[in-house]
């Protein structure tokens, strides 16, 4: 077997039970994934007003927010915040990907870490994320232990357990969280009400990122807009949930700068945490697709990464199939969402499998069977 075997086979093993047996111990959680959709749907139905309610209750709360329509212009505005000779870290953001972030402010002079652990994996491997969950899931642990080793120069043992492997990387990033001077994070959910961003995570780097630097920036697609902090709540719980990470070690919350209300319930900002929150709202193709009928269900999607592992042609081809970091079925959607790239969609072989496991109840298959046909078109075209 290749390595991507090995570590899919073993990524299945240790994930696809877990979900199972967290949906059935929360039969709540089903009903709470129902309710998310019809949300989503309002808001991508109506992204225009959604996406211009949160920008102006971010400032409300004394964050600084920006709607904007391209990768370049998003570079631009975070290159601006950020400045250069900063040290940023970064928690999981599939948007910063999509940007290019991590290499932009690099290329400006900053140093930059990813703090998620399969992140900085593939950081240091220098390679692209395999899953919208788990970055780094084609890496077997053996192959771990020899990255470690020759990237940090770091003593390993080949026999290394997974938590003497997590432990190495806690003790290199907690000088980087420290000192830095720009947290960038991604979000799970913006709530259009109060201009509030919720991220769900495990690790505990997402809360140094965003408490311990002075500035915190969240960029996110339009998409993760939902009408209340309720459905933002939700939309955390039923992501965990999805990817067998139930209950979830911590829900971030994050709304405007730090702040305190300790001198005569007066509240002033900012206190122990950054000084400067900053929202940034990506377009990057997701309002043009909104508009039509079908590929806009690819909107829906909370990244749980469930589709992934019960897709033949994903277990064939990994992150070969796709654009990456956006990869697997809703890849194969994403890829078009984004980038225009038809072919990703031409792979599918509809099996249906992802569309029985999306908790949004996606019709993955009759979006990539119109974005199957848009290529059919494209192509007669050119003939």
Not at 48 to 58: D, G, K, N, R
Not at 109 to 116: A, F, L, M, P, Y
Not at 210 to 239: D, M, S
Not at 320 to 342: C, I, N
Request: include cysteine.
């Amino acid at each position: 077997m290749s390595e991507w075997d090995i570590a899919v086979e073993r990524t299945i093993n240790n994930n696809v039970p877990r979900v199972h047996k967290i949906l059935s111990q929360y039969p709540y959680i089903q009903d709470l994934a129902r309710e998310l959709r019809k949300a989503k749907l309002e808001v991508i139905n109506n992204l225009e007003y959604f996406t211009q309610q949160a920008l102006e209750s971010v400032k409300k709360i004394g964050g600084n927010a920006y709607y904007v329509s391209s990768l370049y212009e998003a570079r631009e505005i975070v290159g601006k915040i950020v400045g250069k000779d900063k040290i940023v870290v970064m928690g999981k953001s599939m948007v910063a990907y999509e940007l290019g972030l991590r290499e932009y402010l690099k290329e400006l002079g900053n140093q930059v870490w990813e703090t998620d652990l399969g992140e900085f994996l593939i950081q240091l491997a220098n390679e692209p994320p395999s899953h919208i969950i788990a970055p780094a899931i084609h890496m077997t642990k053996e192959r771990v232990v020899k990255l470690l080793r020759e990237r940090l120069g770091v003593e390993v043992s080949d026999n290394a357990t997974h938590e003497e492997l997590v432990a190495i990387v806690r003790k290199f990033l907690r000088e980087k969280f420290v000192n830095a001077d720009v947290g960038i994070t991604g979000a799970n959910a913006v709530a259009a009400d109060t201009g509030s961003v919720i991220l769900v995570e495990n690790e505990g780097n997402i809360r140094m990122s965003t408490v311990l630097p002075n500035i915190h920036i969240a960029v996110a697609g339009v998409e993760k807009i939902v009408p209340t902090f309720y459905h933002a709540l939700i939309e955390a719980t039923v992501q965990a949930a999805y990817a067998g990470l139930y209950p979830p070690t911590y829900i971030n919350l994050t709304s405007g700068p730090s702040s305190t209300g300790d001198i005569e319930m007066k509240r002033v900002s900012p206190a122990h945490g950054p000084k400067e929150f900053h929202l940034v709202l990506v377009d990057n193709g997701r309002v043009e697709v909104s508009k039509d009928d079908v590929i806009k269900e690819a909107l829906l999607c909370i990244r749980c990464g469930r589709c992934h592992l019960h897709c033949p042609v994903y277990r064939a081809l990994g992150v070969e199939w796709g654009r990456p970091p956006f990869t697997g079925p809703m890849g194969a959607m994403w890829s078009y969402v984004v980038h225009k790239d038809t072919r990703p969609a031409t792979l599918c072989t509809h099996s249906g499998n992802c569309k029985e496991v999306c908790p949004m109840g996606i019709n993955i298959p009759k979006v990539l069977e119109k974005i199957k046909w848009l290529d059919n078109d494209k192509e007669h075209n050119k003939a």
